[in-house]
């Protein structure tokens, strides 16, 4: 008998080596990416929430001026419009870029 071991041994453990360092490299860039993505969603909530409760320290009547606002640095906007004789529709708006895995399903 000899000792050590055969050319298939040893490509067969070359290609599960591969095929399990390439599915843990996939699996930390996925979790990597998925930490960013709900790191700048948070930001993104933060941010809006800020600005509405910046807006609901205000009288209703300066609510109009907030129309058409921009904040932090144009990724978010202000919309105000009337919905009724005492009732205003505010909708506050953030932009956020957000890298996800896609099917085609």
Not at 20 to 35: C, D, K
């Amino acid at each position: 008998m000899s000792k050590g071991f055969t050319l298939i041994e040893v490509l067969v453990a070359s290609i599960l080596i591969c095929v399990f360092a390439g599915s843990f490299t996939f699996l930390v860039n996925t979790g990597i990416r998925q930490v960013n993505n709900s790191r700048q969603l948070t930001r993104s909530i933060f941010i809006v929430k800020s600005m509405m409760e910046e807006m609901r320290s205000k009288p209703f009547e300066s609510m109009f001026s907030y129309n058409n606002s921009r904040f932090d640095s144009g990724a978010g906007s202000i919309t105000v419009s009337p919905a009724g004789n005492d009732l205003i529709s505010i909708k506050v708006s953030h932009k956020i870029e957000m890298n996800t895995l896609r099917g085609r399903y």
